[in-house]
C-alpha cells in the first residue's frame, strides 16, 4: 500500500515477473503505470506504445481490459499474438464433511479463447475476479512491431 498525498493506492496486484518463458502481470496495473514501471520489458512496452494504446485510454486497467474482451477485435487479435493466458479465481461450490456446500474461491488459468467465449452474466455470476495476466515470451519475440 501506498500513500501519495491523502491517496491511498493498493498495489496489491500491480507486480511484474518473470522466468525463462513467461512474464507476469499484476492485474492491477493500468496501461499507463506499466509503461512507467522499470521492470516491464522494452519490447513489451513498444507493443503497448504502438498498438494498444491507439485503441484504449492509458489509464484503463488490465483487469478491466480483459473482463470486457471482445473476440474479433484489434485487441484480441493483438493479445492472441502475444499468447496470453488469464489467471483468474472463480466462485465454486465445494461439499465440506457434513455435506453442507460452501462456496470457495478457485485459481484457474484460462486462455484467452477460453476467457472471451464466457459471457458477461457468466462472469459475473461465477464472482470472477482476473488477478495476473500471463505474456509468453516467445510471443513476444516473435511478435514483429
Known amino acids: 500500500m501506498k500513500i501519495k498525498g491523502n491517496v491511498t493506492q493498493y498495489e496489491d496486484f ?9 512474464v507476469y502481470l499484476g492485474a492491477g496495473f ?21 498498438y494498444l494504446l491507439k485503441e484504449v485510454s ?6 478491466s481490459q480483459f473482463y470486457y ?5 484489434f ?14 479465481q472463480i466462485q465454486e461450490p465445494k461439499r465440506t464433511l457434513s455435506g453442507k456446500t460452501k462456496i470457495k474461491y478457485q485459481e484457474r488459468i484460462f ?3 477460453e476467457l472471451v467465449q464466457m459471457n458477461l452474466a457468466r462472469k ?4 470472477m475476479l482476473i488477478r495476473e495476466i500471463i505474456i509468453s515470451k516467445l510471443g513476444m519475440m516473435t511478435f514483429s512491431l
Open 14 to 22: 500491480k507486480y511484474v515477473l518473470q522466468d525463462v518463458g513467461a
Open 30 to 50: 493500468s496501461y499507463e503505470e506499466l509503461l512507467e514501471h522499470e521492470m516491464v520489458p522494452f519490447k513489451l512496452k513498444a507493443i503497448l506504445t504502438h
Open 58 to 63: 492509458p489509464d484503463t486497467t488490465l483487469e
Open 69 to 73: 474482451l471482445e473476440e474479433n477485435t
Open 75 to 88: 485487441l484480441y487479435e493483438t493479445f492472441q499474438q502475444l499468447k496470453i493466458r488469464i489467471k483468474v
Open 111 to 113: 486462455s484467452l479463447q
Open 124 to 127: 459475473k455470476a461465477s464472482g
